[in-house]
């Protein structure tokens, strides 16, 4: 296709195949509850537990999944591209590093990430946070959350983000329904640049006619398909 810098945003529906449940399912819950009663730092406030708790279950759920053949295409992408290459998820599962991406950014937070708020480190974290474990660093107590941007919270990189998606000759977002910004926003800053635009996505989504072309279809089947076209072209 000639291009040279590629960045790639990925959100839920890159993992759904693995059995990672999306964010905003026919019942508009997410596994139940309604996202602000989980992913706010209000929520945290008010309700500590039920906010780890929610967390702790979504980490240990990632030891039953596997990354599917989104994921290890765009690991041979990354592998494989000469030219600039960044992904961006959305995603706080860790089946992109698992499938061999590494020029990564998660821009939402990492579940197998634990901040510590009272000295402002960060941790690789396996286990739960609901029983308040000290933090390695600074061995407080009672001062460890899940390293997950909240909805008020700021996203993650967005300096050396933004300047990617500014200089890109193609920006591909796979798998997300553009109802969050600011990575909804990331295909008109794009697009401005000059880049062209492509979304893959199961069903048209909220961003759809502000891409260039939008495929439809299941990600395991349509980014291998990409990956495929941009690599033996
Ligand atoms: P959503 O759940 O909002 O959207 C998932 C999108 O994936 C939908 O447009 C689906 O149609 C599509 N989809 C589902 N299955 C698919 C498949 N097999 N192949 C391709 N597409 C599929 O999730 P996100 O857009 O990622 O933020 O949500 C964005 C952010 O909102 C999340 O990162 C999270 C959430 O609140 C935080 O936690 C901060």
């Given at each position: 296709m000639g291009h040279s810098r590629i960045v790639i945003l990925t959100g839920a529906g890159v993992s759904a195949e693995s059995g990672v449940p999306t964010f905003r399912g026919p019942d508009g819950l997410w596994e139940g509850h309604r996202v602000e009663d989980v992913a706010t730092p209000e929520a945290f406030a008010r309700d500590p537990r039920l906010v780890q708790t929610f967390y702790d279950l979504r980490r240990a759920a990632l030891a039953k999944v596997e990354p599917n053949p989104a994921h290890l295409a765009l690991a041979r992408l990354d592998a494989d591209w000469p030219g600039d290459l960044l992904l961006v998820t959305q995603n706080v599962d860790d089946?992109?590093?698992?499938?061999?991406?590494?020029?990564?950014?998660?821009?939402?937070?990492?579940?197998?990430?634990?901040?510590?708020?009272?000295?402002?480190?960060?941790?690789?974290?396996?286990?739960?946070?609901?029983?308040?474990?000290?933090?390695?660093?600074?061995?407080?107590?009672?001062?460890?959350?899940?390293?997950?941007?909240?909805?008020?919270?700021?996203p993650y990189d967005m300096a050396r983000i933004e300047r990617a998606v500014m200089a890109c000759d193609l920006f591909v977002s796979?798998?997300?329904?553009?109802?969050?910004?600011?990575?909804?926003?990331?295909?008109?800053?794009?697009?401005?640049?000059?880049?062209?635009?492509?979304?893959?996505?199961?069903?048209?989504?909220?961003?759809?006619?502000?891409?260039?072309?939008?495929?439809?279809?299941?990600?395991?089947?349509?980014?291998?398909?990409?990956v495929a076209q941009l690599l033996d072209p």
């Open positions: 089946l992109h590093e698992r499938a061999g991406s590494r020029r990564l950014i998660h821009m939402h937070g990492r579940l197998k990430s634990a901040w510590c708020t009272a000295c402002d480190t960060r941790h690789g974290w396996e286990g739960a946070l609901l029983d308040w474990p000290p933090c390695p660093a600074c061995g407080a107590v009672g001062r460890m959350r899940p390293d997950i941007v909240w909805f008020g919270e700021m796979i798998g997300t329904s553009g109802n969050v910004y600011p990575a909804a926003g990331f295909v008109d800053l794009a697009g401005r640049a000059g880049a062209r635009t492509l979304e893959l996505n199961l069903d048209p989504s909220m961003a759809s006619h502000r891409f260039d072309e939008s495929r439809l279809g299941p990600a395991g089947v349509l980014v291998p398909e990409l």
